[in-house]
């Protein structure tokens, strides 16, 4: 397997204040493409900063990040915006979904900056929220979704658009056992069948369970 | 789903918000409409004034008469084609709330030098041949329900007495600038009363309006009207009639300034009461944008979102306010007294100020909500607790 992500000597620090707070410090990782890769550690540990500076929504502070063969480190915000809009595809904890548009239209969105027609974005929405099992749900609003749905949903609205990499931070942490269950068992055959990598911040075991292979952060370093 | 679609939708997240801010933006505009129709009211007669009509009168004020005698001298003047006069007569119709202009004028100059007058011919003649008769305009008709035939009496104060005047011609105002609230009726009626009961007054005129022929010679021929009677007894001010007019809108400057103030100070407050929901709305929404940036949206999208949201609450208002307007104006020059704003109407200009000011406010109050939306980061988005 040929590495998809490249993480070189990363560090990052913020500053608050007159304070600087270091989170990752001199972190390096490699990621193959088809893996799905669990991050862990405890809160403060800088697991979603890592997760948030692969994905391209965070800059470091210093060292490189590759991704699918794009040094992210080194675009401007605006090439950045382009370039997630092409490569990432990202779950939040709390779905973060639009409240006044429909699922269809949550999940539509990043077509919106895509060069597709009406008919073809619709047929892309279609099969997306057929991959998650909430084909029949598409015109209902956020409001009408379990949590359960509304993850699901914005799984469907990070894979939509066929991207590189998909990240998740704790996909699975504001929903029950039975919800979060479905999630790990749609993430698990996303990765299986879809072939895509997943990157996914936990801090449950049994989500890291899911992953293949699981990396423990402590204090911004890699244990 | 197109962006219009989200805007529109986010437009209407909060209902009641939006239809306050909107029902606060018409009122906004009606306001604006109001004070600025008022405002072009009081210049209408600046606006109706002719490029080719001189006004002579008494050089230290305009309430000093002047000697009739002047008429025959004026008239000698190359450059003059007609010469008319007029005093401002005053009085009280019915009572003393009911006021339009009430003039004594030349009988049978006066048409000639004021076209845009519109008579018919046999009502001019009817007119000049009875001493009594007077010509009203046409808005003063429909208001008291006059019709030719009539009697009009007004009860004297500059000239004391009962004055009954039986109407023999009403006036169709020519232009939509044209004054059609005007009482006219002969100067040598009054005039020949005057004599006997006050003669100090008689043969006195208020003020000379003079028919030039080339608008361009209009400062020349007043300087030379003026220089014919330097060092007399009554000296004279010749000017144009659009320069007699702002002389009279100068006196009343202080007021029309104020309400031009108030009229872009209501639009001030509704900037800041649209710029209040549109900041409320974007700081509501912080943790959507940082969603929609980490999806690829860039500045630009944002940019047209909140502006856009910001320009359809300011359009329905502005529509909704010039809308509501045009009755309202109508309502108001039906209600207040013809004689105070002959012309009350809502001007083009009005509505191009209104329509404009709708897109400033729209867009201004935008500009705080995009350079917030713009200049918080991502991860501090997501970390935003509204």
Sequence with gaps: ?223 | MKVFKLIFKNTLRHKLRTFLTILGIAIAVVAFGLLRTVVTAWHAGVEASSANRLITRQAVSFIFPLPLAYKNKIENVPGISKVTYANWFSGVYIDKSQFFARLAVDANTIFDVYPEFVLSKEEKENFIKERNACVIGADIAKQYNLKIGDQMTLEGDIYPGRWAFVIRGIYQPRDKTTDGTQMLFHWDYVNERIKEESPGRANRVGWYIVKIDDPNQSGEISAKIDTLFKNSTAETKTESERAFQQGFLASTSAIITAMNVISFVIIGIIMLVLGNTMIMSARERTREYAVMKTLGFSGRHLTGLIMGESLVISAIGGGLGLFLTFPIVQGFSKVIPKGFFPIFQLEPITVILACSAAVLIGVLSSIFPIQRALNTRIVDGFRFVG
Excluded: C
């Excluded at chain 1, 913020?14 to 493409?33: A, K």
């Design chain 1, 1 to 223: 397997m040929s590495s998809i992500i490249s993480v070189k000597d990363v560090s990052k620090t913020y500053s608050r204040d007159s304070f600087s707070i270091p989170v990752l410090n001199n972190l390096s990782l490699e990621v193959d493409e088809g893996d799905f890769l669990a991050l862990m550690g405890p809160s403060g540990s800088g697991k979603t900063t890592l997760l948030n500076l692969i994905a391209g929504i965070d800059k470091p502070t210093s060292g490189a990040i590759t991704v699918g063969g794009t040094d992210i480190s080194k675009l401007n915000e605006s090439a950045l915006a382009k370039w997630r809009a092409q490569s990432i595809g990202f779950v939040f904890q709390f779905y973060n979904l639009i409240p006044v548009l429909t699922a269809f239209e949550n999940v539509e969105l990043p077509l919106l900056l895509a060069p597709l027609s009406k008919s073809e974005r619709k047929k892309h929405v279609e099969t997306a929220l057929n991959v998650v099992g909430l084909d029949d749900r598409m015109d209902h609003y956020p409001k009408q979704l379990s949590g359960g749905q509304e993850q699901r949903v914005a799984i469907a609205r990070a894979i939509v658009t066929d991207p590189l990499l998909l990240v998740a931070d704790e996909p699975t942490g504001d929903l029950d056992k039975n919800s979060a269950d479905e999630i790990l068992t749609l993430l698990d055959r996303l990765n299986k069948e879809f072939k895509k990598t997943i990157i996914m911040v936990t801090h449950d075991p049994h989500a890291a369970e899911k992953a293949r292979i699981t990396r423990n952060l402590d204090k911004g370093y890699l244990v």
